[in-house]
């Protein structure tokens, strides 16, 4: 076969060689749809490639004494290998083939030869985590370049240990490079002619974005009526910011990006293209000048037969959901590499490393596991239905059956409900406040917060992802006004829908990490951010920081917003809190509101010196016990290696937050347990609402789940309470 191949003359059929990804692309050169141009490098030439002599030996030298026990070497080997990569040679035929490929390629888009191609390539990975390599190439050697970058990303340090621990391939799986021709868009998004729960193919929805598409950023949405070619409606969100041609961020709107003609053209372009796709697709798109391309095919799930619904197995619920999807049984490491967007993997159990290709799955359903095992912490993660305990599950459902999984009653049934098994919880009511935490106001739909009772962490540093800067990026730009005007509005909102209850805002603690999945960079290196330039020391250290955040809260005590409370951020020692508490009470914000300063304990420092957190007028402490836990136990919880180790039960751990809330507590102090990471942990809820905790604050998928625990809790004090009381001699 030859080292390259155009996409559209690949066999859609030819998953085995080419993959599942590449073959529903290449399904849909096949349709009127719009595609862009595109080749492939084989995963021969991955192979060839890694084959030559100087290259290997060079590998090989890198990697050699590598140890599981001693991590810090993977990093050396690594950059050693990636340098080895980007000075090596393809061998001369698979230059040739490249050569001939990329100058064929570019006379095909009608370039001259001095024009740059702006060209996107990415090693196609079975797990798609594989990141693109952007660049714009006028000459072939620049191009194969590009290919040898996207090779090199397969030593990251993280990858190789991966590699090495597992006992795989040192230079890892063979695989084909996508070359697309990519031109900077000025929209993209993802687009489907059908909905994937309700498999409802007569109404398409379309995500929108400013620029390049992203996960996380602020998206419109719209659905289509195909039948009537109406717009049924539209969601709108923030753009995202985008930059002028002069540098100036543009304002950001609640306007729609498209009108009303492109986005039917764009609905009708998904219809077509699913024409040709049995399973239901959302197809990533993006717009260049006046024209639309499509880029790629996500599968979400398969058609729901017309059948009615049979129960096939029951288990016991492990996070709350309902869905309908395909069955992927896993009974190897080699079924996870096929696991398709959407699908319910069934397995025997589950270890913490499973979450990484559990990423796609809709739901989960496990023989093995309990409602707190890992199992159960993994589904809350990824905040997927999960029902485990389930019987023969393994060798009962078969590959690609349709089926639904009501992680509510723990029943699972062929074919597609109608309704889920509704979660009653208004009847639940507990003497500990369920609050939120909320990592993104714009993430926050309305009428959510109902169910809590208020927001005990609203972090601030949305604002910063959402700009893609550090503050201090903005003074210098003189961008103050639009910074506090978003901050106020975005804040002021949530605050506005949680009355009367309280929400909790932490001022600024950006740590130095880059922003945004790396577009911006980071201010400073830091071998351990956690430990870094950070928290109150760093707003004390630069005042004219938490001066924009002042302001914007101020503009909300000004419209009588009382239910504002704010927090502290990370302080190493009490002076450090009391200095910055004086700061605050020295500005205006304090004559326009009565100010509820909380302060955060995620130090020992602090946790060990809590009687003396009464003397400096607080109204309470949110104790941080992820935080705490990796400075009390001296675990790394961003370090790929430790991470698994971090225990937020830890006896010890345990232990200080205990001796907080009953500090707080006897000193008439308030207390909220921040709790968070892979789940809520049953053991620090249980611990904590023993020990007389104000408040427990978790993700808002989390509330429900939480306030039972809490009721189930709280239940059982009770009664021991009233066990341990003497009877009366009347009941005696």
């Keep these: 076969m030859n080292g390259c191949t155009w996409l559209s003359a690949i066999d859609p059929e030819a998953t085995e060689w080419w993959g599942v990804e590449l073959s529903d692309l290449a399904r849909l050169t096949h349709t009127t749809a719009p595609v862009l141009p595109s080749f492939v490098v084989a995963r021969t030439v991955y192979r060839d490639f890694f084959e030559v002599p100087a290259l290997k030996k060079a590998i090989q030298k890198a990697t050699k004494g590598l140890s599981v026990d001693k991590p810090a070497g993977f990093s050396t080997a690594a950059k050693a290998a990636r340098q080895a990569i980007l000075s090596a040679n393809f061998p001369g035929e698979i230059q040739k083939d490249l050569q001939a490929y990329y100058e064929e390629f570019r006379s095909h888009l009608l370039y001259t030869s001095k024009k740059a191609l702006s060209l996107r390539i ?129 304002k950001r709107t609640h306007q729609a990006l498209l009108d009303e003609k492109q986005v039917l053209s764009l609905a009708a372009l998904a219809k077509r293209a699913q024409e040709s796709f049995s399973n239901i697709y959302s197809f990533q798109w993006l717009q260049v000048g006046a024209q639309f391309w499509l880029s790629g095919a996500i599968p979400l799930t398969a058609k729901a037969p017309n059948q009615e619904a049979t ?46 290709w559990l990423a796609f799955a809709g739901g989960i359903i496990a023989e093995q596991g309990t409602k707190t095992g890992i199992e159960a912490k993994i589904a809350a993660e990824l905040n997927i239905p999960a029902v485990v305990g389930v019987r ?61 009772d208020g927001i005990g962490l609203l972090r601030s540093e949305f604002i910063l992802e959402l700009l893609g800067k550090h503050p201090a990026e903005i003074i210098k730009q003189g961008q103050h006004q639009d910074y506090i005007q978003t901050l106020a509005a975005e804040v002021g909102r949530l605050v506005k829908a949680a009355a009367p209850h309280p929400v909790i805002y932490q001022f600024h603690d950006p740590l130095d990490v880059p922003l945004h999945a790396g577009r911006h960079g980071s201010s400073r290196k830091e071998p351990n951010p956690l430990l870094g330039y950070r928290g109150a020391h760093r707003l004390l250290q630069e005042p004219e920081l938490l001066e924009l955040e002042l302001a914007a809260l101020n503009q909300l005590a000004a419209e009588g917003l009382t239910n504002l409370h704010v927090l502290l951020p990370t302080a190493r020692n009490l002076d450090e809190i009391a200095k910055l508490q004086e700061r605050l009470l020295s500005h205006t914000l304090a004559q326009n509101l ?52 971090l225990q937020q039960a830890d006896p010890a751990v345990l232990q200080a937050m205990e001796y907080v809330i009953r500090t707080m507590r006897q000193q008439g102090l308030h207390s909220i347990v921040l709790a968070e990471g892979a789940s809520v942990d049953p053991e620090v809820v249980e611990r904590a609402v023993q020990s007389g905790v104000s408040g427990l604050s978790v993700p808002l998928a989390e509330v429900k789940g939480t306030r039972h625990m809490v009721a189930v809790t709280e239940q059982r004090m009770l009664l021991d309470h009233l066990l341990e009381e003497p009877l009366s001699e009347e009941g005696a």
Aim: charged residues 15%; aromatic residues 4%.
């Design 392 to 452: 023969a599950a393994l060798h009962t459902l078969q590959p690609g059956q349709v089926i639904t999984l009501d992680a509510v009653s723990g029943q699972i049934t062929s074919g597609k409900t109608s309704q889920p098994t509704q979660l009653v919880t208004s009847s639940v009511v507990t003497g500990t406040h369920i609050l939120a935490t909320v990592g993104d106001p714009l993430s926050v739909q309305e009428g959510e917060l109902a169910s809590t």
């Design 594 to 645: 009565r100010l509820h300063i909380w302060a955060k304990c995620d130090t020992p420092a602090v946790a060990i010196l809590a009687e003396h957190l009464p003397e400096l007028g607080l109204t309470g402490i949110v104790v941080d016990v992820l935080g705490l836990a990796q400075l009390v136990t001296g675990v790394d919880g961003i370090n790929r290696q430790m991470a698994a180790h």
């Design 311 to 356: 129960s096939l197995l029951q288990g016991v619920s492990a996070h709350y959901g309902h869905i309908t999807g395909r069955v992927h049984l896993v009974h190897a490491k080699h079924d996870q590499a096929t696991m398709r967007q959407g699908d319910i993997a069934v397995v025997k159990s589950l270890h913490p490393k499973d979450i990484h």
């Design 122 to 250: 990415r090693l196609v990975r079975a797990d798609g985590t594989a990141q693109p390599i952007q660049i714009s190439s006028a000459t072939a050697q620049a191009f194969m370049k590009g290919c040898k970058q996207a090779y090199a990303l397969q030593f990251s340090d993280e990858l190789l240990y991966q590699r090495y621990s597992q006992n795989l391939s040192i230079i890892g799986q063979a695989e084909p490079l996508l070359v697309q021709y990519y031109p900077e868009p000025e929209y993209s998004g993802l687009v489907s002619a059908q909905d994937a729960q309700t498999h409802d193919d007569t109404v398409a929805n379309l995500q929108v974005q400013v620029g390049e598409y992203h996960p996380d950023g602020g998206t419109t949405t719209y659905r289509v009526d195909l039948k009537s070619q109406t717009v049924l409606s539209v969601e709108q969100a923030y753009a995202s910011w985008k930059k002028e041609s002069t540098g100036a961020l543009c």
